[in-house]
């Protein structure tokens, strides 16, 4: 059975640290794991990802600020958020890539200024 089970969401003030993980089951043979953020009235957009090789790729918009991190091995994915903005609240969606695509349910991130 498939599953991506996401924790660590939460509100935190401008400025604060958040980490997000990802839990990766019933999933085999993965490329990419990574994060993707949706807020209210926009597209859901890629904010970090990571291949198998180890290589990443960062939004410029948090470039500097957030670290992703994976273990293909153990199947977690994690997102290291540092200086939040209120510009990064929204709610934040793991994805794995086999090349098919996989989808967490998304867990509310909150930024208050």
């Known amino acids: 059975q498939v599953q991506l089970v996401e924790s660590g969401g939460g509100l935190v003030q401008a400025g604060g640290s958040l980490s997000l993980s990802c839990v990766i089951s019933g999933i085999f043979n993965i490329n990419v794991m990574g994060w993707h953020r949706q807020a209210p009235g926009k597209q859901r957009e890629l904010v970090a990802s990571?291949?198998?090789?180890?290589?990443?790729n960062y939004a410029d918009s948090v470039k500097g600020r957030f670290i992703i991190s994976g273990d293909n091995v153990k199947k977690v994915v994690s997102l290291q958020m540092n200086n939040l903005k209120p510009e990064d609240t929204g709610v934040y969606y793991c994805?794995?890539?086999?090349?098919?695509?996989?989808w967490g349910q998304g867990t509310q991130v909150t930024v208050s200024s």
């Open positions: 994805n794995v890539q086999t090349p098919w695509s996989y």
């Open positions: 990571i291949v198998s090789g180890g290589r990443t």
